[in-house]
């Protein structure tokens, strides 16, 4: 199972929207509304910000949209702030009923 | 709360097994699958399997069929994954995860501290 695609690297400046792409195929990202994306700060252990594509877990700011259209799963972050910085991680469930994840892109708030 | 607690860090030789525990609190254990997933020093999440605490099924990763072992003991509420035949590039921090829901197979909610194994001759 290949990991999922993501870029490296996005920036933007406080208020600003960026969103990060998740690209996998029909037997990952196609097949199946189980996308979720996960944040992680240097040193701690990821955190649930979108699950089932475009949900939100109780807590996480609605500054954080999820949306996938085909292969391509989204994560977009409206009016960014500082605290935003950090590693992102897309994961969907499989054909195999396994997971996948992307390579991470990480955030900067310029 | 919900509580996640990973054993400590462990240093193995080449060719040495591994076994990782995470211990869990605060929630029903038997109705929320858990995952195990690891992080190489510097390098991204990847994905390792999962197991049904209620009847002890599994489902591995392909990448790692043949080599991890992932159990658990209800009357203590933990979990345990046993990597063996290990390589220097089995070095990472693993983590256990619980998902969200009881109805949830894949998000992941609940995360340990992370154990690191170190994998040095």
């Known amino acids: 199972q290949s990991a999922l695609t993501q870029p490296a690297s996005v920036s933007g400046s406080p208020g600003q929207s960026i969103t990060i792409s998740c690209t996998g195929t029909?037997?990952?990202?196609?097949?199946?509304?189980?996308v979720s994306w996960y944040r992680q700060q240097p040193g701690k252990a990821p955190k649930l910000m979108i699950y089932d594509v475009s949900n939100r877990p109780s807590g996480v700011s609605d500054r954080f949209s999820g949306a996938k259209s085909g292969n391509t799963a989204s994560l977009t972050i409206s009016g960014l702030q500082t605290e935003d910085e950090g590693d992102y991680y897309c994961s969907s469930l499989t054909r195999t009923s396994t997971l996948v994840f992307g390579g991470g892109t990480k955030l900067t708030v310029l | 709360q919900v509580q996640l607690v990973q054993s400590g860090a462990e240093v193995k030789k080449p060719g040495a097994s591994v076994k990782v525990s995470c211990k869990t609190s605060?929630?029903?254990?038997?109705?929320?699958?858990m995952h195990w997933v690891r992080q190489a020093p510097g390098q991204g999440l990847e994905y390792m399997g999962r197991i049904n605490p209620n009847d002890g099924d599994t489902n591995y990763a392909q990448k790692f069929w043949g080599r991890v072992t992932m159990t658990r003991d209800t009357s203590i509420s933990s979990v345990y994954m046993e990597l063996s035949s290990l390589r220097s590039d089995d070095t990472a921090v693993y983590y256990c995860a619980r998902v969200w829901a009881t109805w949830s197979t894949d998000a992941l909610a609940q995360w340990g501290q992370g154990t690191l194994v170190t994998v040095s001759s």
């Open positions: 029909s037997s990952d990202v196609g097949g199946y509304n189980y």
């Open positions: 605060g929630y029903t254990f038997t109705d929320y699958y």
